[in-house]
């Protein structure tokens, strides 16, 4: 590992692929990370290779969108080889995200129309990218949000002379048809496929050509009919059925999360209805709460408990039935932990949720969250509770770590603050057995 690049103090290496290597590295000065990539020593000294590396900085430089990797700065090793400075992403990639299971609804379409807007930008700065894939889409922290970025361009050409391309570029499985063809004409609608074929991986967990090509609801019941005409109208082979720019297919998206959203938020803080005389696997109308009673052995959930799940089914747990009075399951934002600001799948579920939610008082209840990143979460203190020590925790296949606050305000009311995987959970119990351990095995995500 080389200790600098340029003025930069090289950190660790990011990884690297045939053509480059990309480094975190330190900008002392600024006091900021960077990316740097470096470009390959067997590639450097191709005259072909080495002019893509360098149009892909001017690329990015041009087109300057908070919604693109900006180029910071470019210089050359001693050895000759090129390299850039960019914005590092420390949200990692679409690819990373892709764990093979669906995308909640709302998350897939809005970061389908992010990578769509981002694309927009390209295309308004005279730019087609033609390598549009979940490797090249990055996450990173725009004034603290989470923001889409897109990246790599090393495959990008002027749209200007997009009709005379003669070489076959781009990724098997996320090129339109016409790039497969030699001479075929490009457009901006070769883009407009590649993301048509991300959001049917973040919606179904399964790519468009990995069989017969059927409606993404076909894959996940519950996806609605709208998301399905948008996602197929963008995989049209044929381009002119194609939705005609990135930005018409955002404007969709949008639209389509918007509704989304909508729907979630009116099923916020309903009442839970009981289900436990009721078959296993009842669904409550109107909340998109999933409430299993006592005959689901499948899930494991014990005699006289049920189970609850949030509105976009990203996540599950199992709770005493006395606790599930009134639930609120339309997400949280991860900055109440400390983390970048952003919209994940969340719920809350308590007897009262209004008394549950006073530190000292009110009843039983859990939240349940999920987060990227939640290593570096800042779980809450309770000042008049006991603490007892921190201790690691194996649960439901996922490693983490678990404390306990007891005897809080003088009462037997404790709290469990649980990081889990990819989920925090805090539970607050007020009488009885512990029940952490026990929920905490119950929990799907």
Not at 238 to 244: A, H, L, S
Not at 276 to 288: C, F, Q, S, Y
Request: positive net charge.
């Amino acid at each position: 590992m080389p200790a600098r690049i340029g003025r930069y103090l090289v950190v660790r290496r990011l990884g690297s692929g045939a053509f480059a290597t990309v480094w975190l590295a330190e900008d002392e000065a600024l006091e900021s990370p960077v990316a740097i990539k470096v470009l390959a020593d067997n590639w450097a000294h191709h005259p072909d290779v080495r002019a893509r590396f360098e149009q892909e900085a001017q690329v990015l430089r041009r087109a300057d969108s908070e919604r693109l990797v900006r180029i910071h700065d470019i210089g050359e090793l001693p050895d000759g080889r090129p390299y850039q400075v960019m914005t590092y992403a420390a949200g990692g990639s679409l690819a990373e995200r892709l764990t093979g299971r669906p995308m909640p609804l709302r998350t897939a379409l809005r970061t389908t129309a992010a990578i769509a807007r981002a694309t927009m930008d390209l295309h308004e700065a005279g730019v087609l990218h033609r390598d549009l894939k979940p490797s090249n889409v990055l996450f990173g922290t725009v004034r603290g949000a989470e923001r889409v970025l897109v990246a790599d361009l090393g495959l990008a050409k002027a749209i200007a002379f997009a009709s005379g391309f003669t070489v076959v570029a781009g990724t098997p499985g996320y090129m339109a048809p016409e790039q497969l063809r030699p001479g075929g004409g490009l457009d901006v609608r070769a883009d407009v496929y590649a993301i048509g074929v991300m959001a049917y991986q973040m919606l179904t967990a399964r790519a468009p050509n990995s069989g017969p090509l059927g409606a993404p609801s076909r894959l996940r019941p519950g996806v609605p009919r709208e998301v399905d005409r948008i996602v197929l109208r963008a995989l049209a082979a044929e381009r002119d059925r194609r939705w005609p720019s990135a930005a018409a297919l955002a404007d969709a998206l949008e639209s389509a999360a918007a509704l989304a959203d909508a729907r979630v938020e009116a099923a916020a803080d309903r009442p839970v209805r009981r289900a436990l005389g009721r078959a296993a696997g009842a669904v409550v109308a109107g909340t998109g709460l999933a409430l299993l009673g006592g005959a689901a052995p499948a899930l494991g959930t014990p005699a006289g408990w049920v189970r609850v799940a949030d509105a976009e089914g990203a996540l599950s747990v199992a709770v005493p039935a006395a606790w599930a009075g009134e639930m609120r399951d339309a997400g949280w934002n991860p900055a109440a932990a400390g983390l970048p600001s952003g919209h994940r799948p969340g719920l809350s579920i308590a007897a009262d949720l209004t008394t549950w939610r006073a530190e000292y008082g009110g009843g039983p209840g859990l939240f349940a969250g999920t987060a990227a990143g939640l290593s570096r979460a800042k779980l809450p203190e309770h000042p008049r509770c006991t603490r007892q020590p921190e201790r690691p925790i194996v649960s439901a296949g996922r490693t983490g770590r678990l404390t306990r606050w007891t005897g809080c305000a003088g009462t037997a009311l404790a709290y469990s603050e649980a990081l889990l995987g990819d989920v925090y959970v805090q539970i607050k119990q007020t009488e009885g057995p512990d029940l952490t351990e026990q929920i905490l095995d119950g929990l799907h995500s």
